[in-house]
């Protein structure tokens, strides 16, 4: 089994399921011998620690500056996305520069607004989650917004729905990389109901 190198985006605000619960499903994805397919790292633009939604205090792994390569990148969402990382130009043209490099971009949530402002999602299908669908679609009319999916998979670029969903999108992704039974194992060491997708 190869390993795959996850970043996730951490900034103030973030939805914690959003970054939580993909975090999850890479870091307990191994194969029979017990060897892990992912190595999970945290990043902010800064290093610095976050406050996630409701208060939840995380310190990353690294910063724009001193990351590791990335195979995977997890735009995670919450109000710090669509209200003020979407709008920061130096986290839009950081992503903007990953996704000439990972092999897997996704999003959960309304992190897909962060994804929109880096001109990603212009001509290709996405979701986010159900309160921004109308918001997405006037904003973005390039955007060929999908509604009550869990998640859309455009190859390099996956985009799920809210909070919860991201679990879904990051089994999914497990799934395209390692197969479904790596995926189903991974969803019953979770405990986790795992029926969609495919």
């Known amino acids: 089994m190869s390993t795959y190198t996850v970043g996730i985006l951490l900034f103030n605000d973030v939805e914690v399921l959003d970054f939580a619960g993909p975090y999850e499903v890479f870091s307990v994805t191994e194969d029979?011998?017990?060897?892990?397919?992912?190595?999970?790292?945290?990043?902010?633009?800064?290093?610095?620690?976050?406050?996630?939604?409701?208060?939840?205090?995380?310190?990353?792994?690294?910063?724009?500056?001193?990351?590791?390569?990335?195979?995977?990148?997890?735009?995670?969402?919450?109000?710090?996305?669509?209200?003020?990382?979407s709008k920061n130009d130096v986290v839009v043209d950081w992503v903007n520069a990953q996704d000439a490099v990972v092999e897997k971009m996704t999003s959960v949530c309304t992190g897909s607004f962060i994804l929109a402002e880096a001109g990603l999602l212009e001509g290709k299908r996405a979701t986010t989650h159900w309160t921004a669908l109308d918001r997405m679609e006037k904003a973005y009319p390039s955007v060929d917004v999908k509604r009550e999916v869990k998640f859309?998979?455009?190859?390099?670029?996956?985009?799920?729905?809210?909070?919860s969903a991201g679990i879904e999108m990051?089994?999914?992704?497990?799934?395209?990389?390692?197969?479904?039974?790596?995926?189903?194992?991974t969803a019953k060491h979770m405990e986790y109901d795992w029926q969609t997708g495919y």
């Open 32 to 85: 029979e011998q017990a060897v892990k397919g992912f190595k999970v790292v945290t990043i902010s633009e800064t290093g610095e620690m976050i406050r996630a939604r409701n208060g939840l205090k995380v310190e990353p792994d690294y910063h724009f500056g001193n990351h590791p390569e990335l195979d995977v990148l997890v735009v995670p969402g919450g109000y710090g996305a669509r209200e003020v990382e």
């Open 152 to 163: 859309v998979d455009e190859g390099h670029l996956i985009t799920s729905a809210g909070i």
């Open 170 to 185: 990051a089994l999914h992704v497990v799934a395209v990389l390692y197969g479904k039974e790596t995926a189903a194992h």
